[in-house]
């Protein structure tokens, strides 16, 4: 036992003199010659390239009554551009494998783009030509109108589903944070051609762009693609508004009837935002409490002592304007409120005494070290780089991130935790036929 | 293009050759190494896969594999329950495991310098597990919980449950991985750790490490920690086979939950390993032919004709055992389900009779020689395809080789392949329906 501590000691130390040396690799910085920009991980062992992007402004942005015009049109710019109708585009990005879509987030409008070097001008063309001509023709529009009325019929059964969407609705009561990103049957059926246009000619701009790049073209290449891709994009975005909000709902607990064996449980309460000092503070606290995979104390208590659940977790969830502490579990109907008296249990715990010494060092060694697990796909170091310029973090932040983390001492945590985790404010949301357990009036 | 049905993977089992240019080495116990170099950072993935499943299990015990998978984090003489985890995150490092048909992996990703340490651990529980009749029982609770969640909540998946059972008269993939509830809840510490000694040994594993080492580092450390560890008698899966099938059947669910009805045919369906297994490339092939964004069923049903919302078809052939193919489609509102299956017979009618064309056959090919080197980029993808292949009794060349054998595949073959693949007397046909409330 003792040999197996010293070596022990020995590795923990290593994970701290370790971790920089790894982020040495190197972030361009590519501003093409219209003033587009990139951030590029040049990587030439395979012939690919990975490209993502997102501009600022997601679903919450949708018109009222139009909610889901994100999403749709997210599912319908790769239907057909240009000179190219919906089965010809499709057919050639199938045929050269060129992998191109897009996604409508709460805050944020994504694509993603990958190919073969080979095919890299086709592949380039297309993007241009799915955000700057689509055709959105009828064919295509009642199909993948139809495709989503299908997902939102389905996920009003799924228990997860409407759990969460029963949660959003609830903390983001009248604000478009509450709103389903792939909109109701409603608003989806009211989405016009006229409203797809105006999406992408009022939404895409350049001025709110963001480019992750990662594979086998070099800095002026990618130059030059950036011109001949993004350039024709208008400069600046239809002006927008949102607005900072606070959460509502604190202490409610909404059960929603169904037949199903396993109730599904969420629950939020009021977080703190990306770009609030005690952020990473918050990120260690939340990781001890119920990120850590299978050493999470949420983990412990309600799924390894009890065997209540197979998932029980809790997450951090910054938005542009606004910000949350979240979970969730499933368990069978007759154990939703012994589980639910755990959760409290622990949020209480963690409130009034705090973590130790021990647990944050555990905690600040697996975040740091597990740090370049992050970077083993370039689909996703391309999302990483992406993430960094949304976020606003610099590019030099994966030199410094663990740092960060390093830097958050055990006052901080457990005056946040005093702070952020009161059992009587959570939300919670039950999906199911929960015994012993109603809705709060 | 809205994926509204969760095709396979698209490197679901099998991807490319000369991709990984893995190499491999043998221990003297019996145990196989495989050691995929990737040096874009300095981590690896390490994976110890096990020649076990749930096919392999014996009667009346189906879900033992699985929930020995969930034990094996309760504790050796050595370590106490979670303890192996905990070591595990504080040195940075990201765990889990999974149990199929033909096999059970452990996997942990982490710095290169912490490998040693997690070799160690590793190699510990291959044959030192402990557990004691409560730890039992409370994962077993555990293991019900994760059954309804994926099974019993969902009524696409209770389906699936009884098309498998209908589909394999014999073979036992008709049992589920996660089992039977009245099954699982049978379960006890001592039919649990018999299972582990039987199968769980340096002979019946495969090591694979994929990442920034090479086989010349590794083999060492292996030899220290794997090598140690005696090998087991000789231990021989010996699985029940499938008679001849000879009648068209049915299966249908309703459940109140279902808001989308779909419809599904299953042919019973050679591996590479079982049945015609000259077909099973052909049916690689044509399965991309027929599903996919832009394949027949899609356009055909979907765009062109406008009466299904989604349709497709997959195909696995690195199974141990009889594979399937499968034919799947979900309606545009509106359309009956009789409609929908008809169209879908015309479909197979039109490809018995006018076969596939020179010009699918050359794209698909292509597309799939595209998946092999994408399949080159992840860190992980190599170490899964090649465990898996290797834990279903495939070898390193049929994985390294498979672009050239697809690309070999003819018209002809394909064509043959479908004909005698896409018989209804080897099928289960599925119908997933809305149950009207009854309150």
Redesign the interface.
């Known amino acids: 036992m003792a040999k197996v501590r010293t070596l022990l000691m020995a590795l923990v130390l290593l994970v701290l003199a370790a971790a920089p040396a790894f982020a040495a690799a190197k972030i361009e910085r590519v501003v093409s010659t219209s003033g587009i920009e990139a951030w590029l991980i040049e990587d030439h062992t395979n012939p690919i390239i990975s490209m993502r992007f997102a501009f600022r402004g997601g679903s919450a942005l949708d018109p009222a009554d139009k909610e889901g015009l994100a999403n749709m049109a997210a599912a319908l710019l790769d239907e057909g551009a240009g000179e190219l109708d919906s089965k010809a585009f499709s057919a050639t990005l199938e045929d050269l494998s060129i992998g191109l879509d897009f996604q409508a987030g709460v805050d944020t409008f994504g694509g993603n783009l990958k190919t073969l070097v080979d095919n890299k001008d086709t592949a380039f063309r297309l993007l241009r030509l799915a955000m700057t001509e689509p055709r959105f023709d009828a064919e295509p529009v009642e199909r993948v109108r139809s495709q989503i009325l299908v997902g939102i019929r389905q996920s009003a059964e799924d228990p997860d589903t409407l759990a969460s969407r029963t949660l959003y609705k609830t903390v983001f009561a009248g604000h478009a944070y509450g709103r389903p990103t792939d909109g109701t049957e409603v608003s989806v059926n009211a989405i016009t051609v006229a409203d797809l246009k105006s999406f992408v000619a009022g939404r895409l701009a350049r001025e709110n762009l963001y480019i992750g790049v990662v594979g086998d073209i070099t800095p002026a290449a990618l130059a030059k693609e950036l011109d001949a891709v993004f350039g024709k994009l208008p400069p600046k975005a239809k002006p927008w508004m949102l607005t900072r909000v606070e959460p509502v709902g604190a202490g409610r607990t909404i059960v929603v009837e169904k037949a199903v064996p396993q109730s599904a449980i969420v629950f939020a309460e009021k977080g703190v935002m990306r770009a609030d000092p005690d952020f990473y503070a918050a990120f260690v606290m939340n990781h001890i409490l119920g990120s850590g995979g299978f050493t999470s104390r949420l983990y412990d208590a309600i799924r390894e002592k009890r065997g209540l659940a197979y998932e029980v977790h809790s997450g951090l969830q910054p938005f542009d304007f606004a910000a949350l502490i979240t979970g969730g579990a499933g368990t069978a109907n007759a154990r939703v409120a012994d589980t639910l008296q755990l959760l409290r249990q622990e949020w209480a715990k963690m409130a009034e005494k705090g973590v130790t010494q021990k647990e944050l060092d555990d905690a600040k060694t697996f975040l740091t070290g597990s740090y370049p697990l992050r970077f083993l796909s370039s689909d996703r170091i391309a999302s990483m780089l992406v993430g960094l310029q949304v976020e606003n973090l610099g590019i030099d932040y994966p030199d410094h991130r663990n740092g960060l983390i390093e830097k958050v001492t055990l006052d901080d945590v457990n005056r946040l935790a005093r702070k952020l985790l009161d059992p009587k404010r959570l939300t919670v949301v039950v999906v199911g036929k929960p015994e012993g357990v109603t809705s709060s009036p | 293009?809205?994926a509204?049905v969760a095709l396979l993977p698209v490197f679901a089992g099998r991807v490319g050759a000369g991709v990984f240019n893995p190499e491999t080495f043998a221990l003297a116990n019996g145990m196989m190494v495989v050691v995929v170099p990737n040096h874009?950072?300095?981590?690896v993935t390490h994976m110890v896969w096990y020649k076990v499943g749930s096919a392999d299990e014996g009667q009346g015990e189906s879900g033992i594999a699985h929930f020995l998978e969930h034990l094996m984090?309760k504790g050796t003489h050595k370590r106490a329950?979670?303890e192996f985890?905990?070591?595990l995150?504080?040195?940075?490092?990201?765990?889990n495991a999974f149990t199929s048909t033909d096999y059970t992996a452990y996997h942990q990703?982490?710095?290169v310098?912490?490998l040693e340490?997690i070799m160690e651990m590793e190699a510990d529980r291959m044959t030192n597990l402990v557990l004691d009749d409560r730890v039992v029982?409370?994962?077993?609770?555990?293991?019900?919980?994760?059954r309804?969640?994926r099974t019993?909540?969902?009524p696409g998946a209770v389906l699936q449950e009884q098309v498998n059972a209908a589909l394999y008269l014999n073979y036992p993939y008709r049992r589920p991985v996660i089992g039977w509830e009245h099954e699982i809840r049978a379960l006890n510490r001592e039919a649990v750790l018999r299972f582990y000694k039987r199968w769980y040994a340096p002979n019946n594993a495969v090591l694979v490490v994929a990442g920034d080492i090479t086989a010349a580092k590794l083999k060492p450390l292996a030899e220290k920690y794997y090598g140690a560890i005696p090998a087991a008698p000789a231990i021989a899966r010996e699985r029940p086979s499938e008679p001849p099938q000879r009648a068209a059947r049915r299966v249908t669910y309703r459940d109140?939950?279902?808001?989308?009805p779909s419809w599904s045919r299953h042919f019973l369906a050679p591996s590479l390993k079982v049945g015609d297994i000259r077909h099973a490339y052909p049916l690689e092939v044509l399965s991309d032919i027929l599903g996919?964004?832009?394949g027949r069923l899609y356009?055909s049903l979907?765009?062109d004709r406008?009466i299904a919302?989604?349709a497709g078809s997959s195909y696995a052939a690195d199974d141990l055992g009889p594979s399937r193919f499968v034919l799947y489609a979900?309606p545009?509102?509106g359309v009956g389900m009789d409609k929908l299956e008809e169209s879908m017979e015309t479909e197979i009618a039109k490809l018995f009779a006018d076969g596939v064309t020179e010009s699918e056959v050359a794209?698909a090919k292509?597309?799939m020689r595209?998946?092999a080197?994408?399949a080159?980029?992840?860190?992980?993808t190599g170490a899964r395809v090649l465990g898996a292949a290797l834990a279903s009794g495939l070898t390193i060349d049929d994985v390294e080789k498979w672009p050239e054998r697809i690309g070999a595949v003819t018209v002809e073959q394909i064509n043959a392949a479908a004909r005698a693949v896409l018989q209804d007397s080897r099928a289960v046909t599925a119908l997933l329906l809305q149950q009207p409330k009854k309150e």
């Open positions: 293009m809205l509204l874009r950072v300095p981590v984090f329950p979670g985890s905990k070591i995150a504080r040195n940075g490092g990201r765990e990703t982490i710095a310098d912490r340490m029982e409370t994962e077993k609770q555990v293991v019900l919980e994760e309804r969640s019993d909540n969902n109140a939950r279902v808001r989308q996919g964004a832009s356009r979907v765009v406008k919302v989604s979900s545009q509102p794209r292509k597309r595209a998946q080197v994408y080159r980029d992840s860190m992980r």
